[in-house]
């Protein structure tokens, strides 16, 4: 009898990763208005949608952009590239001879996924110091509507618990 071993693709797969850090010093209540020092992404489109997706986070969490000479200061890099993922298929115990079975099969096979990754940085607009971090990374698909959407998903959860309460 053979036994197949299948594991979805999909259960391979780079998921949405979020992660935020910041100075645990800081008291975000000082911070309400806030300038941007510039946006990178691999086009034009992207910066825009970048900049449009944290400047509505930030509006509704009470933050004011200002032209320039705001509290905080904002950069944010988006980039994508091709991560490399295996996708193992074990056909099963394989043949043999009475009860030892044989050794089995097994078909490798590598797939290209493009993702995408965003990190955004606070700066307090005096000091230059670096206050507030969020990073994102989600696989991309080919429909620039759907990453569009998985852009403002990502920011979103990136600021979902903004402002962070000082602990010191």
């Given at each position: ?9 999909g ?20 911070y309400?208005t ?17 900049q449009?997706?944290?400047?509505a ?9 200002a032209?320039s000479?705001?509290?905080a ?7 994508a ?31 290209t ?36 959407k ?7 959860d ?11």
């Amino acid at each position: 009898m053979k036994i197949l071993f299948v594991i979805p693709a999909g259960a391979l797969m780079l998921w949405a990763a979020t992660h935020v850090d910041y100075s645990h010093s800081t008291n975000f209540d000082n911070y309400h208005t806030y300038s941007w020092l510039k946006v990178g992404a691999p086009n034009s489109l992207w910066q825009d949608r970048i900049q449009r997706a944290v400047d509505a986070q930030l509006a509704a969490k009470g933050w004011m952009l200002a032209p320039s000479g705001g509290d905080a200061a904002i950069a944010a890099v988006g980039a994508a590239k091709d991560e490399q993922q295996l996708n193992t298929f074990y056909d099963g115990m394989g043949g043999g001879w009475y009860w030892r079975g044989g050794g089995g099969m097994a078909t490798t096979t590598v797939e290209t996924i493009p993702v995408g990754s965003l990190d955004v940085d606070i700066f307090d607009a005096q000091t230059k110091k670096l206050i507030w971090r969020g990073t994102a990374e989600k696989t991309l698909s080919g429909n620039p509507e759907k990453n569009e959407k998985k852009l403002q998903d990502a920011v979103k959860d990136m600021f979902k618990k903004f402002p962070p309460v000082a602990k010191g």
